[in-house]
Every structure is written in structure tokens, then in C-alpha cells.
């Protein structure tokens, strides 16, 4: 299962930075996590300072 991330990113990059897998990238309104890459190791949801990331339900 994949992360998501929800609309309380505010686009500061943290969580792209420390993906092991380069998932997460710049979308047209905030950051997006590519689900067919992500590794599900929780590392950006770990970096992110606002609590936007979440495991996709």
C-alpha cells in the first residue's frame, strides 16, 4: 500500500527529498506520491513537518 498525501502539503519538498525511491514529485498543487514506486517505507511521512502523509486507505 502506497502513501498519499493530503491537502495540507504546502509544497516544502521535505518528503521528495528523502524518498528512497524518487516516488514523490512537484504536481500542479502540491506534491504527489507515485503509487506503482512508492516502496512504503514511511520515510516521507516521517519528513514531513506538517503531518500531510498517510498511508492510501
Known sequence: ???QISS???SCGSCAD???AGAIS???EQYVID???CLD???CAD???NGAI???D
Open 47 to 49: 519528513a514531513c513537518p
Open 41 to 43: 517505507c514511511g520515510s
Open 26 to 28: 512537484q504536481g500542479d
Open 35 to 37: 503509487a506503482s514506486v
Open 1 to 3: 500500500m502506497a502513501y
Open 54 to 56: 498517510s498511508p492510501a
Open 18 to 20: 528523502v524518498c528512497p
Open 8 to 10: 495540507a502539503c504546502v
